[in-house]
């Protein structure tokens, strides 16, 4: 494993740029252990950062230029501040990170180191950790270091610029992680909490082989999965009296007597068209994304994302209770409910994802589920610490790995 801290950052920004960063941060990756297609809801979840992490190197810059290399990605990144061109791969989340400061030292160019031991094929939020790590390393580089609470909307608002209607959950943890401790978000209305890790309990993360690609068809599909939330929170509005805020979350109808009996009524699939047809609703708020709009004539799955969704935000509950309580077999047993749901309800699992996961829970793991978005990428397992070099060996089996264990460490470092 290749070792990271700020000397080593800023002789490699010395060797690139010939001069000194005058910040090097670092953010880290996030496994979320509980609550997962919940936040973009305002359903609660139950992350936790890990040290894997995304470094990044910056200093002023030459002529409002902006020049960032990667040593995850070839090649180096040379935009104008003043008008960045929408940038291809990795540099979308550079484009919308400037486009987000743009109140923060005007005209001034950067330059910018990016390097790390996170991995970049889904669901350990690698490009959140990205998004973050730029904007603090930038408005620090340029004199106007920014407060966490004020990075963690510029830093959402950043990664959807990149065309994901993406929660807050990344960015939030990423910034407020403590070492030993999951983070219990809720959105609805905004709390956050330290959660111990108790002692008894490993985590192993392990990859699925498999990239989910967040600038094609993982980004359609995880979209498609909030317009869904979205349409089923509006028919379960109506039918029970409640007024909507828009956009329509989930969350503004959970626990409403009856709600989770005509969850199981919704249709199975509809448009946007076809929800606003008959009900006072404006079609148009209902597709707004952030940058883009949703399809108002594409049917998409409601009844399972919303089985799903209002399921997956009580077993938050139980996994918090589970922890208090050292609870591991409980705990575990929560994983694999959530993985079923996220597989036969959500329908964002892969064969490669549900086979790595029976692998880790065969070897030992209380339990085991996707992270993330799913559709590809990582999954985390549970496991007694005894079990941890077991459920390791049996996840590279299944599919080649990697995979490793985690634990719970602190969010963004500025140093
Ligand atoms: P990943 O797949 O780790 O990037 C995504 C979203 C989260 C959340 C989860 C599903 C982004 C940046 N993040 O995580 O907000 O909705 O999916 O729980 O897209």
Redesign the pocket.
């Known amino acids: 494993m290749p070792f990271f801290d700020r000397d080593s950052v800023a002789a490699a920004f010395r060797d690139s740029y010939g001069v000194d960063p005058n910040v090097v941060v670092r953010t880290p990756g996030?496994v979320?252990l509980i609550?997962?297609?919940?936040?973009?809801a305002g359903l609660p979840?139950l992350p936790m950062a890990i040290a894997v992490s995304t470094w990044v190197g910056a200093g002023p810059g030459e002529d409002g230029r902006i020049r960032a290399t990667s040593t995850a990605f070839p090649g180096l990144v040379d935009l104008s501040r003043e008008s960045p061109a929408a940038g291809a791969g990795w540099a979308r989340y550079l484009t919308g990170a400037l486009a987000e400061l743009a109140h923060v030292a005007p005209g001034r160019g950067a330059d910018i180191y990016i390097t790390g031991d996170l991995p970049t094929e889904?669901?350990?939020?690698s490009?959140?950790a990205l998004t973050v790590g730029i904007l603090a390393a930038l408005a620090s580089a340029w004199g106007a270091p920014l407060a966490r609470e004020d990075l963690l909307p510029l830093a959402i608002a950043a990664?959807r610029h990149t065309g994901?209607e993406?929660?807050?959950?990344?960015q939030e943890v990423m910034l407020f992680a403590t070492a030993g401790h999951a983070l219990r978000i809720d959105f609805h209305p905004p709390a956050r909490r330290q959660v111990a890790i108790p002692a008894g309990l490993a985590f192993v993360v392990a990859s699925s082989g498999e990239v989910?690609e967040?600038s094609a068809g993982?980004r359609d599909a995880?979209n498609e999965r909030v317009a869904g939330m979205r349409f089923a929170a509006t028919m379960l509005a109506d039918q029970v009296g409640v007024d909507l805020d828009m956009p329509p979350t989930l969350a503004q109808v959970y626990g409403v007597d009856v709600v989770d009996l005509l969850v199981d009524e919704l249709p199975p699939k509809i448009s946007a068209r076809e929800v606003a047809h008959g009900r006072d609703v404006d079609v148009a708020a209902l597709v707004q994304l952030s940058h883009t709009t949703f399809d108002q004539i594409q049917k998409v799955p409601v009844r399972g994302v919303a089985q799903h969704i209002m399921s997956e935000a009580a077993r938050v509950d139980a996994a918090e209770q589970a922890l208090g309580a050292s609870d591991f077999a409980a705990f575990g047993a929560i994983l694999d409910a959530s993985h079923a749901s996220l597989r036969d309800a959500m329908r964002c699992s892969t064969p490669a994802l549900d086979r790595l996961c029976k692998a880790m829970r065969r070897a030992g793991a209380f339990g085991a589920r996707l992270?993330?978005?799913?559709f590809g990428?990582y999954a985390v397992a549970a496991c007694p610490p005894e079990a941890v070099g077991g459920v390791i060996q049996a996840a590279i089996d299944a599919t080649g790995g990697p995979a490793f264990e985690v634990s719970a460490c602190a969010g963004l470092e500025i140093l």
């Open positions: 996030r979320n609550g997962e297609h919940t936040d973009y979840v889904g669901g350990l939020s490009s959140s990664e994901v993406s929660g807050g959950m990344d989910a967040k993982a995880y992270t993330g978005a799913g990428g």
